[in-house]
């Protein structure tokens, strides 16, 4: 009977990510910086694997999707275009006794640090005013620090795609429908950022602005909703843990005609994935307007001239690596013991296969290079030979390695090695020669 992350319970995840080498709490020599996070080798590996899979998907295999990589710092003035200077905040408390700040509509829910058995609206302490605050970061461009030379961290990706509309329809030459898509870095200073990688005030999105001619949008809008919603299954992610949530009206961004969340459940709880979002043309005729550049679209095939709408898929990169990271995790039994595995799918395992020689003894070494050689450049690769064979095929399972390549002592006259398959633990003796081809076919076939 397999046995999953128990929900609620973080505690094995977060002990086998730092033992492991997944992801480091940020700057932990000096204490740490609350909510930032490094990843490490085995992190990095599985972030860039899902960003990978993410770009083929609409990249790659899509002939009406290309991409782009826009600049962080950006003129003061798209962001006024955008609404973000004016309406991109969150309304905040204070406490006057403690000074911890809050936002409003988590006043319910919040612990006072003073008086831990209550929340900030029972405790004794007096509360402040709400106050909007800002989420964007603010910082200078420049030697002198003053209101002229203020920029700010783009707190989405989006901006950089809409103003550069013009450039990449005139030296892409497409025609609608077609999409803009991006993976970047975004910054928003959280009040209550947490949940591990969740809620971060540094992130990654992985985010396409799809242009459409305006009648077609809705259809469009449930295309991607099912194109993004398959994405997650296709690379592992249990169906009863997903679900798809249409925003009420109330929730609506003010750009937003229509808009569905793609939700996982994490042991905390339902939280976003992704959201598709109809922003109308709101984007491109805000941009138009402040920076007096016609943004529109001319139909050569029916001679008319007009403002795309926008189909926005956005989701978070570290949000989906923590979803098939959490659903990957699986514990069985093994005798009177259990095994923790990794059941990652194969292009989004940090390691793809392990060569494992049966012991240190000179006499395997060169063979063992020579195949570390040979399959290095096909797969990610990793080599270990300290402690017993046992502990390391328990070591892959952990880090969640499809593969192991074990090397013996009849390796050097038969020629052959053993395959140690992850989820089965079915192990297979084949020639040296085949080993490339089978594991292509493995790898290729058995998901």
């Avoid at 540094?202 to 398959?230: A, C, H, N």
């Avoid at 926005?312 to 013991?337: H, I, N, Q």
């Amino acid at each position: 009977m397999t046995r999953y992350l128990p929900y609620g319970d973080m505690e094995k995840l977060l002990s086998l990510s730092k033992r492991r080498g997944f992801v480091f709490q940020s700057s932990e020599v000096y204490g740490g910086l609350s909510s930032t996070w490094d990843y490490g080798p085995l992190g990095v590996e599985l972030k860039r694997n899902v960003k990978e899979a993410w770009w083929k998907s609409v990249v790659v295999s899509r002939e009406d999707v290309v991409g782009l990589d826009a600049a962080i710092l950006m003129q003061r003035q798209v962001w006024e275009a955008s609404g973000h200077l004016e309406n991109f905040s969150d309304p905040l408390v204070e406490c006057k006794n403690c000074h911890i700040r809050l936002r409003e509509d988590q006043m319910q829910t919040e612990i006072c640090p003073m008086e831990p058995s209550k929340n900030p609206e029972e405790c004794s302490g007096e509360l402040t005013d709400p106050m909007n605050f800002n989420l964007m970061f603010k910082t200078f461009q420049g030697p002198v620090e003053e209101t002229a030379s203020e920029i700010f961290l783009r707190p989405e990706t989006a901006q950089g795609i809409f103003v550069n509309f013009n450039n990449v329809l005139n030296s892409s030459r497409k025609k609608l429908p077609f999409g803009i898509a991006q993976i970047g870095k975004s910054f928003r200073n959280e009040i209550t950022p947490g949940n591990f990688t969740f809620r971060t005030r540094e992130f990654e999105q992985m985010e396409i602005e799809f242009f459409v001619t305006p009648g077609d949008d809705d259809e469009w809008l449930q295309s991607w909703l099912k194109e993004r919603y398959d994405w997650y299954l296709k690379y592992g992610i249990r169906e009863d843990n997903l679900r798809i949530r249409k925003h009420d009206d109330s929730e609506l961004a003010h750009y937003a005609k229509e808009t569905y969340d793609i939700e996982y459940r994490f042991p905390w709880g339902w939280g976003e994935l992704e959201g598709i979002a109809n922003r109308t043309d709101f984007d491109l005729k805000q941009h138009a307007q402040t920076s007096g550049t016609d943004i529109s679209y001319f139909d050569e095939a029916t001679k008319s001239r007009f403002v795309p709408y926008v189909i926005e898929p956005s989701g978070g990169v570290d949000r989906a690596t923590l979803a098939f990271w959490l659903d990957a995790y699986d514990e069985e039994p093994d005798g009177d013991s259990s095994r923790t595995v990794l059941k990652f799918h194969r292009l989004l395992a940090p390691v793809t296969v392990a060569i494992l020689p049966l012991s240190k003894n000179e006499k395997l070494a060169p063979l063992t290079k020579g195949i570390l050689d040979r399959l290095k450049f096909k797969f990610k690769c990793q080599y270990d030979d300290s402690q017993s064979i046992g502990r390391r095929y328990r070591r892959q399972d952990e880090i969640g390695t499809p593969f192991c390549v074990t090397i013996d002592f009849d390796s050097l006259e038969d020629d052959k090695v053993t395959i140690r398959e992850r989820d089965s633990m079915h192990q297979s003796r084949i020639p040296i020669s085949d080993l490339v081809s089978v594991l292509e076919d493995k790898l290729e076939h058995n998901w």
